[in-house]
C-alpha cells in the first residue's frame, strides 16, 4: 500500500480529506453568493444573467465546477466513512455522559445537518442547475445578445412559499454545520493557536451567520417581491 493510500484510510487522514474538501465548499459558497446576491440587483435580472452566462462558458470555471462536485462527493463519502469508523470504535455509547458540557450541538449533530443539507442540494441542483444544463431555458435579449433565463427560473421558484421557506430553513441548517465545520476544520489542518484560534473562531461564527443569512435574504426578497 502506497503512503498515499495509507494516509487516506488512516483517521487523520481522512480528517484532513474532510476538512480540506470543506474549505474548498466554505470558497465556493463565497463566490457562489457573491453570484447570487445579483439576483437582487432590481434590474430584471440582466446582471445575473450575463454573470451565470459568463459561467457557463468559461472553460476554466467549467473545470473549477467538475472539481467542485468532485470534492462534494468526497467530502459525503468520507463524513460517512468517518461517522462508521467512530461508531465501530464505541459501539457501546459512554454511561454517563454530559455532551452539552463538553461539545456543542452542532457538533454531535453533523451527520443530521450534513444529510439535510445533501437533500436541499438535491433539491437545488434539480431546481436551477439540471434545468439550466440540460432544460430548454427561456432566452432573453440584453444588448443584442441572447442568454439563457436563468434569472426567471430562479425568480418562479421562489414565488412559492414553500419552496421559498424550504431554502430558508436550510439555510439554518447550513449555519449550524458551518458554525462547527469552519473551526474544526482548521483544528484539523493544524491551525491550533493560543493567539489566533479565539480569533478563527469568532470568523467562524461570523461566517457561519452571515453567509447562510444572505443566501436566505435572496428567496425572502424574491418572495415578498412576488406578493
Ligand atoms: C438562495 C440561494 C441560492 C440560489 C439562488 C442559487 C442559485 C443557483 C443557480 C441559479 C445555479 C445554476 C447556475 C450555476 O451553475 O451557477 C446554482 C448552482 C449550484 N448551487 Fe446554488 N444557489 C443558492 C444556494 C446554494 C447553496 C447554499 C449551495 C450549497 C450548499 C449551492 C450549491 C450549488 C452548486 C454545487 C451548484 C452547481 C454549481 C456548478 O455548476 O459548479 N447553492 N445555484
Same mark, same amino acid.
Given at each position: 500500500? &502506497?503512503?498515499?493510500?495509507?494516509?487516506?484510510?488512516?483517521?487523520?487522514?481522512?480528517?484532513?480529506?474532510?476538512?480540506?474538501?470543506?474549505?474548498?465548499?466554505?470558497?465556493?459558497?463565497?463566490?457562489?453568493?457573491?453570484?447570487?446576491?445579483?439576483?437582487?440587483? !432590481?434590474?430584471?435580472?440582466?446582471?445575473?444573467?450575463?454573470?451565470?452566462?459568463?459561467?457557463? %462558458?468559461?472553460?476554466?470555471?467549467? !473545470?473549477?465546477?467538475?472539481?467542485?462536485?468532485?470534492?462534494?462527493? %468526497?467530502?459525503?463519502?468520507?463524513?460517512?466513512?468517518?461517522?462508521?469508523?467512530?461508531?465501530?470504535?464505541?459501539?457501546?455509547? =459512554?454511561? %454517563?455522559?454530559?455532551?452539552?458540557?463538553?461539545? &456543542?450541538?452542532?457538533?454531535?449533530?453533523?451527520?443530521?445537518?450534513?444529510?439535510?443539507?445533501?437533500?436541499?442540494?438535491?433539491?437545488?441542483?434539480?431546481?436551477?442547475?439540471?434545468?439550466?444544463?440540460? !432544460?430548454?431555458?427561456?432566452? %432573453?435579449?440584453?444588448?443584442?445578445?441572447?442568454?439563457?433565463?436563468?434569472?426567471?427560473?430562479?425568480?418562479?421558484?421562489?414565488?412559492?412559499?414553500?419552496?421559498?421557506?424550504? =431554502?430558508?430553513?436550510?439555510?439554518?441548517?447550513?449555519?449550524?454545520?458551518?458554525?462547527?465545520?469552519? !473551526?474544526?476544520?482548521?483544528?484539523?489542518?493544524?491551525?491550533?493557536?493560543?493567539?489566533?484560534?479565539?480569533?478563527?473562531?469568532?470568523?467562524?461564527?461570523?461566517?457561519?451567520?452571515?453567509?447562510?443569512?444572505?443566501?436566505?435574504?435572496?428567496?425572502?426578497?424574491?418572495?415578498?417581491?412576488?406578493?
Amino acid at each position: 500500500m &502506497s503512503w498515499v493510500t495509507k494516509t487516506l484510510n488512516s483517521t487523520l487522514g481522512r480528517k484532513l480529506l474532510m476538512a480540506l474538501t470543506g474549505l474548498f465548499l466554505i470558497l465556493f459558497l463565497v463566490v457562489h453568493l457573491a453570484g447570487n446576491l445579483q439576483l437582487l440587483a !432590481g434590474d430584471g435580472g440582466e446582471a445575473f444573467n450575463i454573470y451565470a452566462q459568463g459561467m457557463a %462558458v468559461n472553460p476554466l470555471i467549467r !473545470g473549477v465546477s467538475i472539481i467542485n462536485f468532485i470534492l462534494i462527493l %468526497v467530502h459525503i463519502v468520507y463524513a460517512i466513512l468517518l461517522t462508521q469508523h467512530n461508531k465501530k470504535a464505541r459501539p457501546i455509547e =459512554y454511561a %454517563v455522559t454530559n455532551p452539552s458540557a463538553n461539545s &456543542s450541538w452542532a457538533s454531535r449533530n453533523m451527520g443530521i445537518l450534513g444529510t439535510v443539507i445533501l437533500i436541499f442540494l438535491l433539491v437545488h441542483l434539480r431546481g436551477f442547475w439540471y434545468r439550466l444544463k440540460f !432544460g430548454s431555458p427561456d432566452k %432573453v435579449n440584453i444588448d443584442g445578445v441572447e442568454y439563457d433565463n436563468a434569472f426567471i427560473i430562479v425568480e418562479e421558484a421562489f414565488k412559492n412559499p414553500f419552496y421559498a421557506g424550504f =431554502y430558508v430553513l436550510s439555510m439554518v441548517f447550513l449555519a449550524f454545520h458551518l458554525y462547527h465545520g469552519f !473551526g474544526s476544520a482548521f483544528q484539523t489542518i493544524g491551525l491550533n493557536h493560543k493567539k489566533y484560534s479565539p480569533l478563527i473562531k469568532k470568523v467562524g461564527i461570523g461566517f457561519a451567520i452571515l453567509v447562510p443569512a444572505l443566501f436566505a435574504l435572496i428567496p425572502i426578497v424574491l418572495y415578498i417581491q412576488s406578493l
